[in-house]
């Protein structure tokens, strides 16, 4: 039996060629990214990783290195959902959100890659898929955009048939609605546009700007109130003609139990790089079986279309471009706005060697 000998720990850091901000002030102009590579004992090679927006990365590092990796060496990737669960108790009393769940996130990743690579399988074979290909929507049409820039972003993704565009809109309500104006002049009256708040208003401000965007058909609105503040979300949801959409700043299967026990969203949005890795991510996707609603992950549209395609509420997932070509050696393709479900043993992503060089944090 091969068991899990050696743990690589690579702190990214990487340039963003157009630096923007959130509508909440926040910048991003370096997207960190922590790689974990495992190697078991016959030599099989398993590889995850995360990104953290804003800084943060050094901590999630740290965790790995002296939390996480003694819990991994001598562990049968076979068990890897008890390995999870280990990670999970011993991180239990200092984070069960944030920092821990990004490290349990890239260590789980690792070990279903290698668990893949070592049965010869794609990871959604691996898993059990239920469709082949999935659509793919266009995000990055930023607050920090200007009204140029942002049409500008809108057509790129209509010129490469996206299943849809989303844009990020702030406090200024009247700029706001302008944007979301020219993202759907822009798409035309068949398009789908989506809208994202990044938890800029209250539960009143909400109300006032979806009764002002009513006319335009939105496909959802994302994260209009902080995402700890569930109640308001029950309280809005079904108030407002605009569908509800959350979950990228939940941290494990219980958050979202929770969306959906309050019926306080219509769309959930799992992100496996920070919600618990392929383990966690699959739980959530059979509770959104269970209770039949659709799954749109957040950004990483390259692993989560291996994984939403395994539930039968899969509905899109979600590009950006903050990560350069050549960061990758191997990843699949969008063609005609749908990714092929990648063939490829293991996660279908791979890191280009070079670019843990290129982009390496000094420690």
């Given at each position: 039996?091969?068991?899990?000998?050696?743990?690589?720990?690579?702190?990214?850091?990487?340039?963003?060629?157009?630096?923007?901000?959130?509508?909440?002030?926040?910048?991003?102009?370096?997207?960190?990214?922590?790689?974990?590579?495992?190697?078991?004992?016959?030599?099989?090679?398993?590889?995850?990783?995360?990104?953290?927006?804003?800084?943060?990365?050094?901590?999630?590092?740290?965790?790995?290195?002296?939390?996480?990796?003694?819990?991994?060496?001598?562990?049968?990737?076979?068990?890897?959902?008890?390995?999870?669960?280990?990670?999970?108790?011993?991180?239990?009393?200092?984070?069960?959100?944030?920092?821990?769940?990004?490290?349990?996130?890239?260590?789980?990743?690792?070990?279903?890659?290698?668990?893949?690579?070592?049965?010869?399988?794609?990871?959604?074979?691996?898993?059990?898929?239920?469709?082949?290909?999935?659509?793919?929507?266009?995000?990055?049409?930023?607050?920090?955009f200007s009204r140029a820039e942002l049409r500008e972003a809108a057509e790129?993704?209509?010129?490469?048939?996206?299943?849809?565009?989303?844009?990020?809109?702030?406090?200024?309500?009247?700029?706001?609605?302008?944007?979301?104006?020219?993202?759907?002049?822009?798409?035309?009256?068949?398009?789908?546009?989506?809208?994202?708040?990044?938890?800029?208003?209250?539960?009143?401000?909400?109300?006032?700007?979806?009764?002002?965007?009513?006319?335009?058909?939105?496909?959802?609105?994302?994260?209009?109130?902080?995402?700890?503040?569930?109640?308001?979300?029950?309280?809005?949801?079904?108030?407002?003609?605009?569908?509800?959409?959350?979950?990228?700043?939940?941290?494990?299967?219980?958050?979202?139990?929770?969306?959906?026990?309050?019926?306080?969203?219509?769309?959930?949005?799992?992100?496996?790089?920070?919600?618990?890795?392929?383990?966690?991510?699959?739980?959530?996707?059979?509770?959104?079986?269970?209770?039949?609603?659709?799954?749109?992950?957040?950004?990483?549209?390259?692993?989560?279309?291996?994984?939403?395609?395994?539930?039968?509420?899969?509905?899109?997932?979600?590009?950006?471009?903050?990560?350069?070509?050549?960061?990758?050696?191997?990843?699949?393709?969008?063609?005609?706005?749908?990714?092929?479900?990648?063939?490829?043993?293991?996660?279908?992503?791979?890191?280009?060697?070079?670019?843990?060089?290129?982009?390496?944090?000094?420690?």
């Open positions: 039996m091969a068991v899990i000998d050696h743990v690589e720990v690579h702190h990214l850091a990487v340039p963003q060629p157009h630096p923007i901000r959130s509508s909440y002030g926040a910048a991003l102009d370096v997207l960190g990214v922590v790689v974990v590579r495992v190697t078991d004992t016959d030599g099989g090679v398993g590889e995850g990783w995360t990104t953290v927006i804003g800084g943060g990365g050094a901590s999630v590092v740290s965790f790995l290195s002296t939390e996480l990796v003694p819990l991994v060496i001598g562990t049968d990737p076979a068990q890897v959902r008890g390995l999870w669960q280990r990670m999970f108790m011993h991180s239990l009393s200092r984070g069960r959100k944030g920092v821990p769940m990004y490290a349990i996130s890239a260590v789980d990743i690792a070990v279903w890659d290698l668990r893949a690579r070592t049965a010869d399988q794609p990871l959604h074979a691996h898993l059990g898929s239920v469709v082949t290909e999935v659509p793919v929507y266009g995000d990055g049409c930023w607050v920090s790129s993704y209509t010129a490469r048939d996206f299943w849809g565009v989303k844009v990020k809109v702030g406090a200024d309500l009247d700029d706001a609605i302008r944007r979301v104006e020219i993202v759907r002049d822009v798409v035309g009256p068949a398009g789908r546009v989506m809208v994202d708040a990044n938890q800029r208003y209250n539960l009143l401000t909400t109300r006032r700007f979806a009764a002002a965007v009513a006319d335009l058909d939105l496909t959802w609105l994302e994260e209009p109130i902080i995402a700890d503040s569930i109640h308001d979300y029950g309280r809005l949801h079904g108030t407002i003609e605009v569908p509800i959409a959350a979950g990228e700043n939940e941290y494990s299967r219980y958050g979202f139990r929770e969306l959906l026990e309050h019926e306080a969203v219509d769309i959930l949005q799992p992100d496996a790089h920070r919600m618990g890795g392929v383990t966690e991510f699959m739980r959530v996707l059979a509770l959104a079986d269970a209770w039949n609603i659709p799954v749109a992950p957040h950004t990483s549209w390259e692993l989560h279309s291996q994984l939403v395609c395994c539930g039968t509420t899969a509905m899109v997932v979600e590009y950006y471009d903050w990560l350069p070509d050549d960061f990758f050696a191997v990843r699949p393709d969008i063609v005609n706005g749908v990714v092929a479900v990648s063939q490829v043993p293991g996660t279908g992503v791979s890191i280009d060697p070079a670019s843990l060089v290129k982009y390496r944090v000094a420690q």
